[in-house]
């Protein structure tokens, strides 16, 4: 819980990474494809650095998880940049994937730990200021690496607007701090759960495959997340009286179709957890649970504030549950086989 108190911290730290990041992109020239690579938690911040890289800069972008990076390896060339995202810097598939990487391309480490394995062997580092992440299951070193991931996009599409949204990041999240009651409340009423669902479209995708597998890795409940648009290819069939389903709606271009997403599911009897803007009546409505926000986060700075809550409620249900949040069972802080 304190790591995840901390998250503004982070994120303000993060910023300060801003001139680096110009640098290394001053120097890096010319780029025509760009390639995620992650494990975990890092591999959602890189899912949302693809939509920012090719809606907001125009550049073709892939994420590929580590372990499957071999497959892809052929594929790279001088003028892409292979970007790994890792707070330890140590993952044993990420340090494979880079070695490969390293014969054709030039690399990028986006890494929380200094002076980790990572940070040594990439072509260029940004190195995330969250502190050290004692917590097992990352929170704040994911906001960091997202907020890495926003300026680089923002200062590669020299997008000033971008810029400035996510400089007002850290006070949304101070903001919302101050409202967990409702999550608390959430916790004791879905502790008995046995699945739930996530669902959001866009920038809001990467926000529901992040929460559900926070809520796996801490109390050990089923979660799926899926992008909204998936859900009427299979997984609607799952979707039955009581099941407990976390809709992602901050206010965009998604909103209205995520909605129908919403009435959809709860026609089926779900119980709609929504995280949704403060001024947004209608889903006031239509969810037995909201926790609301600022209404000027909009769709594309949201995976950095909508995450929290998605935290604090797995954290919660973790707590109702009696478990241990800092040390989930069978799961290692860095991952080095
Ligand atoms: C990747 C990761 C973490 C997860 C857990 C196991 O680590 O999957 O996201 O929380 O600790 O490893 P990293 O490469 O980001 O250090």
């Known amino acids: 819980i304190k790591e995840i108190n901390e998250q503004a911290t982070a994120v303000r730290n993060t910023l300060t990474e801003k001139s680096t990041i110009q640098e290394i992109i001053d120097d890096l020239g010319d780029i025509s494809r760009i390639c995620f690579v992650a494990c ?36 790279l060339n001088e003028d892409t940049l292979v970007i790994f995202i890792s707070q330890s810097g140590e993952t044993a598939d990420s340090l494979k994937a880079l070695d490969l990487a390293n014969k054709t391309s030039k690399t990028l480490g986006i890494v929380n730990v200094a002076g980790s394995a990572i940070t040594r062997r990439a072509d260029y580092v940004i190195q995330t200021q969250a502190g050290p992440e ?9 906001v960091s690496q997202l907020t890495a991931i926003y300026l680089f996009a923002a200062l590669i599409a020299d997008d000033e607007k971008l810029l400035e949204d996510v400089y007002k990041v850290p006070d949304f999240i101070e903001e919302l701090l101050k409202e967990v009651d409702s999550i608390k409340a959430m916790s004791k009423k ?24 926070k809520l ?80 000027d986060v909009n ?39």
């Open 190 to 213: 879905y502790k008995f759960a046995r699945d739930f669902f996530f669902i959001g479209r866009g920038y809001s995708y990467p926000i529901a495959l992040e929460g559900a597998l």
């Open 299 to 337: 769709e594309i700075i949201a995976p950095l504030v909508y995450i929290v809550p998605l935290q604090l409620l797995a954290y919660y249900v973790a707590v109702e549950k009696g478990l241990d949040p800092d040390k989930p069972k069978n799961l290692a802080k860095c991952v080095t086989v």
């Open 40 to 75: 975990g938690t890092s591999f959602h911040a890189s899912i949302t650095g693809k939509y920012l890289l090719e809606s907001i800069a125009g550049i073709p972008t892939d994420v590929i998880l580590a372990s499957e990076f071999k497959y892809s390896a052929n594929t």
């Open 216 to 295: 796996k890795e801490i109390t050990y409940i089923h979660g799926e997340g899926y992008a909204a648009g998936e859900l009427k290819h299979g997984p609607l069939a799952l979707i039955d009286e009581g099941i407990p389903v976390v809709v992602i709606l901050p206010p965009g271009e998604n909103h209205r179709k995520t909605m129908s997403n919403l009435e959809e599911v709860k026609a089926r009897g779900a119980d709609i957890l929504a995280v949704g803007s403060k001024e947004d009546e209608r889903l006031k409505l239509k969810s037995d649970d909201l926790f609301a926000i600022n209404d």
């Open 134 to 142: 004692i917590g097992v299951a990352a929170t704040k070193t994911y």
